[in-house]
Structure formats: structure tokens, C-alpha cells
Nanobody, 123 residues
Framework: QVQLVESGGGLVQAGGSLRLSCVAS????????KGWFRQAPGKEREFIAA????????YYGDSVKGRFTISRDNAKNTVYLQMNSLKPEDTAVYYC????????????????WGQGTQVTVSS
């Protein structure tokens, strides 16, 4: 079993930055793909970013390309999401996720999910 705990969310003004962290514990699959997703009220869960085990292969959703950066520290079992130039439309609950498979995907087909952290961007 894997437990994922996100942190770093909060309230920020438009144009500001936040850094989310996700720490994995239990059977950590430290070398497996990790992803970030978000879900706003009344909307489907949206893919934000994913990263392979080495950290060299990264993927981003169109809405965040050029503004968000995903990274990982396997020694700390932690994945990060640096969010810059935040916009009000980035407001959502952000979730990290982990896959059992070694294949990186940009869909919601992940096996483990965190509880989410709220990000609110004011205009």
C-alpha cells in the first residue's frame, strides 16, 4: 500500500507562485511514475503534469505548459510541483498520484492518490 500526502497549497494572488510537495510512504514505488492532477468544483479531474522515474521525462497539460514544473527527489520519496504565474483559473484541489506500472501516462489511470491540497488564486 502507498500513502501520498500533499502539502504547500494555499491562497495566492494572481501572478504569484506556490510549490506543492507530495511525500510517499509505505510501499513507495520510488522509481515509478508520479503525476499531478487538479479538480475544480463541477469539473472533471484534469491532468497537470507527470514525471518518469529518472526525472528526465516530464509531461504537461496544455493549460500549464511554461508555467508549472514537475520534479522529484527519489531519495526523499517526494515529488514537487512548482507553479508560477498563477491565474484565477488555476484554483482547484490539487492531487498527486502514483502508478504501479513503469509507464508514464497523462490520463487518470493512476493507482494511488493523495487527499488533495487546495490552491486558491485571487484576481
Amino acid at each position: 500500500q502507498v500513502q501520498l500526502v500533499e502539502s504547500g497549497g494555499g491562497l495566492v494572488q494572481a501572478g504569484g507562485s506556490l510549490r506543492l510537495s507530495c511525500v510517499a510512504s509505505g510501499r513507495t514505488f520510488s522509481r515509478n511514475p508520479k503525476g499531478w492532477f487538479r479538480q475544480a468544483p463541477g469539473k472533471e479531474r484534469e491532468f497537470i503534469a507527470a514525471i518518469g522515474w529518472s526525472g528526465e521525462d516530464t509531461y504537461y497539460g496544455d493549460s500549464v505548459k511554461g508555467r508549472f514544473t514537475i520534479s522529484r527527489d527519489n531519495a526523499k520519496n517526494t515529488v514537487y510541483l512548482q507553479m508560477n504565474s498563477l491565474k484565477p483559473e488555476d484554483t482547484a484541489v490539487y492531487y498527486c498520484a502514483a502508478r504501479k506500472s513503469s509507464i508514464v501516462v497523462t490520463t487518470v489511470n493512476y493507482d494511488y492518490w493523495g487527499q488533495g491540497t487546495q490552491v486558491t488564486v485571487s484576481s
